[in-house]
T-cell receptor, first 107, second 112 residues
Framework: KNEVEQSPQNLTAQEGEFITINCSYSVGISALHWLQQHPGGGIVSLFMLSSGKKKHGRLIATINIQEKHSSLHITASHPRDSAVYIC?????????FGTGTLLAVQP | DAGITQSPRYKITETGRQVTLMCHQTWSHSYMFWYRQDLGHGLRLIYYSAAADITDKGEVPDGYVVSRSKTENFPLTLESATRSQTSVYFCAIGGTDYREQFFGPGTRLTVL
């Protein structure tokens, strides 16, 4: 069992829909990271959070430390949001990654 | 971001050959990382380095060698490439605990 679990693994949405991707982890953390990878592209850090909520444009990340759970929300989704979204938990000297959620937003 | 570069971007080699993937940063981050990304496994840490001349194994180090004689460079060597090492390799900097991690563009390696 991976230390960091994401759900769903695959997600297809229509343009404009509200999207939620979930991440659960099994041990206490220092910080939780969300990253984005476009098809054939590089990996970009979206958020790093250790409590509460962060917002950047149409993206919102939340974390519940007690429940060991984080969510990434995308409001008013757009085809350019299609990508793999990866969560990772901070560990001493490194990050532990989930396997990612493949999101496809159809026009 | 141009702060971290990888070369080559694409490489095809044969089983048994030695291959070196280069990673270079311009930001002087202490920590540098090598990952491989395979379908179904996500990102897996191969080796990381906390500073020049300090390296440590990650999750999947077998078959790989690293060195870090200078802060800005972190080469990854496959001493005798195998087909199972066909993958996309990402170098990253920063990103421990409370720090963001920045990734290079990746190197797609095919071992025939």
């Amino acid at each position: 069992k991976n230390e960091v679990e994401q759900s769903p693994q695959n997600l297809t949405a229509q343009e404009g829909e509200f999207i939620t991707i979930n991440c659960s982890y099994s041990v206490g953390i220092s910080a939780l990271h969300w990253l984005q990878q476009h098809p054939g592209g590089g990996i970009v850090s979206l958020f790093m959070l250790s409590s509460g909520k962060k917002k950047h444009g149409r993206l919102i990340a939340t974390i519940n430390i007690q429940e060991k759970h984080s969510s990434l929300h995308i409001t008013a989704s757009h085809p350019r949001d299609s990508a793999v979204y990866i969560c990772a938990r901070g560990a001493t000297n490194k990050l532990i990654f989930g396997t990612g959620t493949l999101l496809a937003v159809q026009p | 971001d141009a702060g971290i570069t990888q070369s080559p971007r694409y490489k095809i080699t044969e089983t048994g050959r030695q291959v070196t993937l280069m990673c270079h940063q311009t930001w002087s981050h202490s920590y540098m990382f090598w990952y491989r990304q395979d379908l179904g496994h996500g990102l897996r840490l191969i080796y990381y380095s906390a500073a020049a001349d300090i390296t440590d194994k990650g999750e999947v180090p077998d078959g790989y060698v690293v060195s870090r004689s200078k802060t800005e460079n972190f080469p990854l060597t496959l001493e005798s490439a195998t087909r199972s090492q066909t993958s996309v390799y990402f170098c990253a900097i920063g990103g421990t605990d409370y720090r963001e991690q920045f990734f290079g563009p990746g190197t797609r390696l095919t071992v025939l």
